[in-house]
């Protein structure tokens, strides 16, 4: 199976060494990414504000970000997407801990949705940027990034599913960075897990534990190396149990009792 998880917002720009024997390797579309650099530098810092809803010191920042992009970083410049990211999903992740094999099945399952790289493996160089999928960003194919990105997401998640020999996609991601995976040319069984808290007797999805618990999830897949989709009932990570009434095969549901999200934060 292939597994899709979001980008974050909040990033770790900390460098950190990589596990031993691993590299840093280049995203497959550097040549966009510039294009939506380029788009992205003659905005003014109000203009970044109003597109993606910034505060004014976020606003300057990934202005400055976006002015001191690198075509062709050097050292020091990029750091892998997996440590980067540090958002909810990334903590239910946590690579830190991962082992080594998880690791390496990770390399070829694991991909991220991204706004500026399209899609990233794991360990693909990345500099620190913030450009969400569903920004309204003119570009040269048209008023926004689903536009931008058209199809190229969803052929090379088939291409990628071939390399590894499947035909399953575990969406992991939100609404908004799937949606850039066009479902015309997603020619995929896509199986998108739900997470739901249940609280006096009304279950529902609470956005920041259903983040984390799709970081869970990939790591659930990336360290039992889940290859038939009949083990996903089998997640238990965080107290969720599977619902089988709730449930169907392309919408597994999870459920557990409410907790309170300074306690899942400690």
């Known amino acids: 199976m292939l597994c899709v998880v979001s980008p974050a917002k909040r990033l770790d ?43 004014d010191p976020l606003a300057r920042l990934n202005h ?18 997996i440590q980067c990211f540090a958002g909810d999903t990334y903590a ?5 801990t ?11 399952h694991l991909r991220i949705l991204s706004g500026l790289y399209g899609l990233l493996r794991p360990w693909d160089a990345i500099q620190p940027h ?20 058209g199809d190229r997401i969803a052929r090379a998640l088939v291409a ?13 991601a939100s609404v908004e960075y799937f949606t850039a995976a066009d479902r015309k040319a997603l020619k995929l069984r896509v199986i998108s897990p739900v997470f739901l808290e249940e609280r006096a007797g009304e279950a529902k999805i609470v956005s920041f534990f259903a983040k984390k618990a799709r970081g869970s999830m990939a790591r659930f897949l990336c360290e039992n190396h889940l290859t038939d989709p ?9 107290g969720y149990a599977y619902q089988p009434a709730l449930s169907t095969p392309d919408r597994p549901v999870f459920l ?9 934060a400690a």
């Not at 590299?23 to 504000?49: C, G, H, Y």
């Not at 990628?160 to 992991?172: M, P, R, S």
């Not at 557990?256 to 899942?264: I, L």
Request: aromatic share 8%; with cysteine.
């Open 13 to 55: 720009e900390k460098p950190k060494a990589l596990p031993e024997g691993r590299q840093m390797t280049q995203p497959d579309f550097l040549p966009e990414t510039w294009k939506l650099v380029q788009a992205a530098r003659i905005l003014l810092v109000n203009d970044l504000r109003a597109l993606m809803h910034l505060s």
């Open 64 to 81: 400055a970000r976006f002015a001191g992009f690198q075509r062709h970083p050097g050292p020091g410049q990029a750091l892998p997407a």
């Open 92 to 96: 239910g992740f946590e690579v830190r």
């Open 98 to 108: 991962l082992g080594d094999d998880a690791l390496r099945w990770a390399d070829r």
């Open 130 to 149: 913030r450009l969400e999928m569903g920004s309204r960003l003119a570009n040269p194919r048209g008023p926004d990034l689903y536009a931008f990105w």
């Open 160 to 172: 990628q599913a071939a390399e590894v020999g499947t035909d399953v996609l575990i969406n992991c």
């Open 230 to 238: 009949a083990d996903l009932p089998a997640f238990s990570t965080g």
């Open 256 to 264: 557990r009792a409410a907790v309170d999200q300074d306690d899942q």
